[in-house]
C-alpha cells in the first residue's frame, strides 16, 4: 500500500514524496482512514512506529477544507523534546497547506509564543504545563478547534498531567474530533478515553509495550561500584556508535558525564534541571555527531529522536516496564537494527523479573567475569488454614531460563 491509496491530501502527499516517505507504517495504515472519517481515534502502537504522521496527514487533510483564521488544531505532548519533534514532522505539511504552526513549551520566554497564539496560528503543538500559564492569561482562543491530540497519553499520566488534560479539554469545543495516541493502555487511559471522546474507534499496531523486534536486549549483572569501568568497556567496543545512556537522577547524570568526558569519550548530558537551550544544544550535538555518547535521565526516553543511535544503556535500571520499552525504543527505529544493556545490581533482580514478565520474554544475560547473582524473589508462605496463597497474575508469559554469553571482566580505568 502506498499514501497515494489513503485519500491524503495532494499537497501533503507532494511534501510526503520529497521526504521520500512513500509507504505508511501499520499505525498509519490503520489509523488514517479512520481519522479521514472524523472519528474520534484510541490508537495504541509502539514508540518510533510513525504515529505523528498516522494523526497529522488525516487531521490536516481535513482542517484544509476549513476557513484560514484561527486556531483549528491542538496537540498535546508531555515533554519540551516531544513536543518540538511534534511540530519538526507536522510543519512541512503545514507550510504545504499554507497553514501556520507554533511549538509551546516552558524553559523560553513567552513573548513569541503570546504573539503566535493571539494571532491566531493554525496548529499548536503544546506541552500542558506551558499551555495553561497561557490560558490563564488569556493568550489562546479554542473555540475554533476540530481536532484535539493528545500524544503519548501513557506517559501524559504518569507526569501527573491529567489535571491539566482535563482544564484543556473543558477549553475545547465539546463538536471536536479527539484522537488518543499512546504505546500503551492501562485503565486509566481506558477511563481518559471514556470521558473524552465519543464512540472512538480502538486501533492497535503490534503487541503493547513490547521492544521492537530489531533491538538486541542483553543484561549485565554488575556491582554498583563496577559500573563505570563496564560503561567504559562497553563505549570502546568497535561497533558501538552513537549511544544514550540513562540514568535516574539528575544529578547522577551530571557526574557519569564528567567522568566519561575525563576518560576521553565525547559526552553531554541532558536532563530536566537543564535550560531549554542547553537541551536543544546538547541534542543537536548528538544528532550531528560532536557528542558520542548522550547521557540522560527519562525526560529523553520519549522525545528524543536521532537516527542511528546504535546503543542504549541503562545504567540504571528503568523504573517501570513502561520505562524500559521507552528506553530502549530509542535505538533500531526507521527500520534499522540496535542494542539495548541493562546494567543490573544484585538488590534488582525483582525489577528486572518486572521487566521481562511485562514484555514477555526473559533477557539475555552476558556472562562475564563480574558477573553477579540476583537476589532470590521471596517465597510464597502457604496459608495455614485456606491453602496456598494465590499468584499474581503477570502481565506477560513467563520468561524461560535466559540465554548467557561470556565476555571478559573489564579492567578499571
Not at 487531521?59 to 484561527?70: D, I, K, M, Y
Not at 549485565?220 to 567496543?237: C, D, G, H, N, S
Not at 548530558?269 to 542547553?278: M, P
Request: net charge positive; with cysteine.
Amino acid at each position: 500500500m502506498s499514501f497515494d491509496a489513503l485519500n491524503i491530501h495532494p499537497r501533503c502527499l507532494q511534501s510526503l514524496k520529497r521526504h521520500g516517505i512513500t509507504e505508511p507504517t501499520p499505525i498509519q495504515a490503520m489509523a488514517i482512514p479512520v481519522a479521514l472519517e472524523g472519528r474520534d481515534l484510541v490508537a495504541i502502537a509502539q514508540t518510533g512506529t510513525g504515529k505523528t504522521l498516522a494523526f497529522g496527514l488525516p487531521a490536516l487533510t481535513r482542517l484544509a477544507e476549513t476557513p484560514r483564521g484561527g486556531t483549528r488544531m491542538l496537540v498535546l505532548a508531555p515533554t519540551r523534546e516531544l513536543a518540538q519533534q511534534v511540530h519538526d514532522v507536522l510543519a512541512p505539511l503545514a507550510h504545504a497547506l499554507n497553514r501556520t504552526i507554533t511549538c509551546v513549551y516552558g524553559g523560553v520566554g513567552m513573548e513569541r509564543q503570546t504573539r503566535a497564539l493571539r494571532g491566531g496560528v493554525s496548529i499548536v503543538v503544546a506541552t500542558p504545563g506551558r499551555l495553561i500559564d497561557h490560558m490563564q492569561r488569556g493568550n489562546v482562543n479554542f473555540s475554533g478547534v476540530s481536532a484535539f491530540v493528545l500524544d503519548e497519553a501513557d506517559r501524559m499520566l504518569d507526569m501527573g498531567f491529567l489535571p491539566d488534560i482535563r482544564r484543556i479539554i473543558a477549553a475545547l469545543p465539546a463538536d471536536r474530533q479527539t484522537m488518543m495516541f499512546s504505546a500503551t493502555f492501562p485503565r486509566d487511559i481506558a477511563t481518559l478515553a471514556d470521558t473524552m471522546q465519543r464512540d472512538p474507534v480502538r486501533v492497535e499496531a503490534g503487541a503493547i509495550a513490547r521492544p521492537a523486534d530489531a533491538v538486541r536486549q542483553g543484561v549485565y549483572t554488575v556491582v554498583r561500584e563496577e559500573k563505570p569501568a563496564l560503561l567504559a568497556r562497553i563505549l570502546r567496543q568497535e561497533d558501538v556508535g552513537p549511544t544514550l545512556v540513562f540514568l535516574r537522577t539528575k544529578r547522577a547524570t551530571d557526574k557519569l558525564t564528567r567522568q566519561l568526558i575525563k576518560e576521553g569519550f565525547r559526552a553531554e548530558s541532558i536532563h530536566g534541571g537543564h535550560s531549554q537551550n542547553k537541551r536543544d544544544r546538547a541534542i543537536d550535538g548528538f544528532r550531528r555527531g560532536r557528542h558520542q555518547i548522550l547521557v540522560a535521565t527519562d525526560v529523553a526516553a520519549r522525545g528524543l529522536d536521532v537516527k542511528g543511535i546504535s546503543h542504549v544503556v541503562n545504567y540504571d535500571i528503568p523504573a517501570t516496564p513502561d520505562d524500559y520499552v521507552h528506553r530502549i525504543g530509542r535505538t533500531a527505529r526507521a527500520s534499522a537494527s540496535g542494542d539495548a544493556i541493562t546494567f543490573v545490581t544484585p538488590e534488582e533482580g525483582g525489577a528486572l523479573r518486572m521487566i521481562e514478565r511485562a514484555i514477555g520474554r526473559a533477557i539475555e544475560r552476558t556472562d562475564w567475569e563480574g558477573a553477579v547473582p540476583l537476589a532470590e524473589p521471596a517465597r510464597v508462605q502457604r496459608r495455614s488454614s485456606r491453602g496456598p496463597a494465590r499468584p499474581q497474575h503477570g502481565s506477560g508469559a513467563r520468561p524461560q531460563r535466559p540465554a548467557r554469553r561470556t565476555v571478559s571482566r573489564p579492567r578499571s580505568s
